[in-house]
């Protein structure tokens, strides 16, 4: 009973910031993604009364505190209100979270990938390292460069990868960006979370020959085999 009932109290939680740059390590980006029980966003089926500031965008190399602890804090306050409007007290229209990618297509004869995301997007910056994506097993991972951003979507280059997609993944990295300078947001400035997701084909014939011109993608939290765990 007291699981149940400390899972309805709503509580707050701040992704962690950055430590340190050009670090090879992803043990922070794996902190962050566990930050969410491995399903991405906050609240969810394991987290059902938890909100959560994402943080990775406020880097602090100089902070006196640590580059962990970045002396933005009207920033991280902004953030973390909205999530308290929206889940401790039920504000319906309060947008809290960023972007958040829920389709994929694989055009397979033109190796682009589309993603459809759950809000308009705004694109602070083309990275070319934002987005990678593993097409081999063991994961090897590639970066996959973006080459359009519209509204809600977002269009990824795959040289190298052929029809075979098998996860992808999205500011991986110990400090994935300058200040506020992350690839996505969302109109109301959030930045889009971090996220390692399996890819599985949605729809296959059995027996076909030759993969279809484009691919459907059923896009699921990341497993052992994609953390390379």
Known sequence: MLDVCAASIPSSALQL????????????????????????VVPNTRLPGTFMAVAMDLCDERSPYGSVHPRDKQNVAHRLQLGARAVAYGEKDVVFQGPYPTRAILEVT??????????????????????EVCCSTPCRWLPAPVVAVGSRTVTLALAGCGPLVLALR???????????????????????????????PVGETPGRSEPPAERELLLLPGSGFSQGI
């Open 17 to 40: 910031s950055t430590y340190r740059r050009q670090s090879p390590d992803d043990s922070f980006a794996r902190l962050r993604w566990h930050q969410t029980a491995d399903l991405g």
């Open 110 to 131: 033109k190796g682009l990938l589309n993603l459809t995301y759950s809000q308009e997007l705004v694109c602070r910056r083309r990275d070319t390292q934002a987005f």
């Open 170 to 200: 999205y500011a991986w990295a110990e400090w994935p960006c300058e200040y506020q300078s992350c690839a996505l947001y969302n109109t109301q400035g959030l930045p889009a979370p971090p996220f390692i997701l399996d890819a599985l």
